[in-house]
């Protein structure tokens, strides 16, 4: 069983910044992918960022410049932060990961959602 528990959202000002986070607990072998999403009301969830095993991270056009995706893989956590933050970014930010649960079980986890809002 694996849980992932998210923080760090709240309500800011237009132009202001956040750092959320994401950490996964439980029966853990490796984390193969890390991705946050976003659910603004009345809209359908989106996706913000990712990054893999490697490094490697992308990007929504929205978010391109002023979001900045990252993994620490010794405490199995994302965070991603935000910053220059408008009023189109409220919503509320999910965290999915990839998980193996032993060499060949893996599994997708998502987190309980955050919300943000940025007020004008």
């Known amino acids: 069983q694996v849980q992932l528990v998210e923080s760090g959202g709240g309500l800011v000002q237009a132009g202001g910044s956040l750092r959320l986070s994401c950490a996964a607990s439980?029966?853990?072998?490796?984390?193969?992918?890390m991705v946050w999403y976003r659910q603004a009301p009345g809209k359908q969830r989106e996706l913000v960022a990712t990054?893999?095993?490697?490094?490697?991270?992308n990007y929504a056009d929205s978010v391109k410049g002023r979001f900045t995706i990252s993994g620490d893989n010794a405490k199995n956590t994302v965070y991603l932060q935000m910053n220059s933050l408008k009023p189109e970014d409220t919503a509320v930010y999910y965290c999915?990961?990839?998980?193996?649960?032993?060499?060949?079980?893996?599994?997708?986890?998502w987190g309980q959602g955050t919300q943000v809002t940025v007020s004008s």
């Open positions: 439980g029966s853990i072998f490796s984390i193969n992918a």
């Open positions: 999915r990961m990839i998980v193996q649960t032993d060499s060949s079980s893996e599994y997708v986890y």
């Open positions: 990054i893999d095993t490697g490094g490697s991270t």
